[in-house]
């Protein structure tokens, strides 16, 4: 059973920053896929972006330019620094991992843009 535990959530204006970290409790070099989601009420949980094997990383088309992934495999973390946040940004993000056939999510943390 891998924890993950995000943090870095909270309430900003729009056009502001905000990063957000998820630490594993396992290594995370070995989480070969780690990602970001996110989730409004009455809508599905999207995908915001993710990181993969050799650093790979892909975005959702909604970020791409304003939302960066990192992974710190020594502090057994990945993050997402979110720049030029928009109202419609708002939405509690999750944490996800993913070995083989096994799959885990944080409990989440409520971003909200708001001026």
């Known amino acids: 059973q891998v924890q993950l535990v995000e943090s870095g959530g909270g309430l900003v204006q729009p056009g502001g920053s905000l990063e957000l970290s998820c630490e594993a409790s396992?290594?995370?070099?070995?989480?070969?896929?780690m990602a970001w989601y996110r989730q409004v009420p009455g809508k599905e949980r999207e995908l915001v972006a993710s990181?993969?094997?050799?650093?790979?990383?892909d975005y959702a088309d909604s970020v791409k330019g304003r939302f960066t992934i990192a992974k710190d495999n020594a502090k057994r973390t990945i993050s997402l620094q979110m720049t030029s946040l928009k109202d419609e940004d708002t939405a509690v993000y999750y944490c996800?991992?993913?070995?083989?056939?096994?799959?885990?999510w944080g409990q989440g943390t409520q971003v909200t843009v708001s001026s």
């Open positions: 996800y991992a993913r070995l083989g056939a096994n799959e885990w």
């Open positions: 396992m290594s995370t070099f070995m989480l070969r896929y």
């Open positions: 990181i993969s094997t050799g650093h790979v990383t």
